[in-house]
């Protein structure tokens, strides 16, 4: 009872959060996705380093804060381009800082730094598009309904899959990794969210029903995988949760593993249908 209460109490302070910097404005926006990255980047590689790994994690993480600020600026209209033109020898140095460490994983360490700057800093990076729209290269607009539109879509599958799987899950959705998760969890989490969707229109035109229904659908499947993703990580390296910063609900990453899918797939789908 006493996790629960943890756990609900977390939870509740964590979506105010998010929601309340999300619509003050492009500051606090920046500034907790900042965080965030830098939190959820010192996870990862702190989980990579219990496999006895090495990766460059003040490197990795500089740049990762760095991609998103570069983004932040361009999608904003502060900058150009060019800007990205920066990442290319960034990334190469990382070969160049490893011949000097003299360790036995090189090549391990680097895949792993790398792998840290695309698996946590690109996805969040990429959220500066669903929260500044324009008409042309010289009007920008901060509006984030789309992006918090994301996350409640989210929260409600993630709620409505728990409510479900506890009360009628009988059959393991994918036990080797998940064990708790079930298919009716799936499936009941599925028509909740879907119908959230639909309504979604109501209080959020940025995108129009039908677009609405297939994000929604985007944001199942890629958010069931992107939970899926993180479980498999720390399940190879027999952990958990991916820290301790949020009580009752582990850590960054653990919060936000299914946005890391997802983020990708619908910025695929919404630069397809603009």
Do not use: C
């Not at 659908?217 to 190879?236: C, P, Q």
């Amino acid at each position: 009872m006493r996790n629960l209460l943890t756990r609900s109490i977390t939870g509740l302070f964590f979506v105010l959060l998010i929601v309340t910097a999300i619509l003050v404005s492009n500051v606090s926006f920046f500034i907790l996705f900042f965080l965030v990255i830098m939190f959820g980047m010192w996870e990862f590689f702190y989980i990579a380093q219990k496999a006895d790994l090495k990766p460059q994690k003040f490197v990795a993480i500089i740049i990762g804060l760095l991609l998103f600020t570069g983004n932040y600026l361009f999608a904003k209209k502060l900058v150009d381009a060019n800007i990205f033109l920066v990442f290319i020898p960034l990334i190469f140095f990382v070969f160049i800082f490893e011949i000097y460490k003299n360790d036995k994983k090189p090549f391990s360490n680097i895949a792993f730094t790398i792998l840290g700057i695309i698996y946590v800093a690109l996805p969040f990076s990429l959220f500066n598009y669903f929260a500044f729209t324009g008409a042309n290269v010289t009007e920008v607009t901060y509006s984030p309904y789309i992006l918090l539109g994301l996350f409640i879509l989210l929260w409600i599958h993630d709620t409505a899959s728990y409510v479900f799987g506890v009360t009628l899950g009988k059959h393991r959705l994918f036990e080797r990794i998940s064990p708790k998760k079930s298919w009716e969890g799936f499936i009941g989490g599925a028509i909740i969210t879907i119908s959230a969707g639909i309504k979604l229109t109501d209080f959020f035109p940025a995108l129009d029903r039908q677009e609405w229904i297939i994000v929604s659908v985007i944001t199942i499947i890629a958010g069931t995988y992107g939970d899926l993703s993180e479980s498999l990580f720390k399940r190879s390296i027999s952990i958990k949760d991916s820290g301790k910063i949020l009580p009752g609900h582990g850590g960054i990453l653990d919060r936000f593993d299914s946005i890391i899918l997802v983020s990708p797939m619908v910025f695929t789908y919404l630069e397809f249908i603009k």
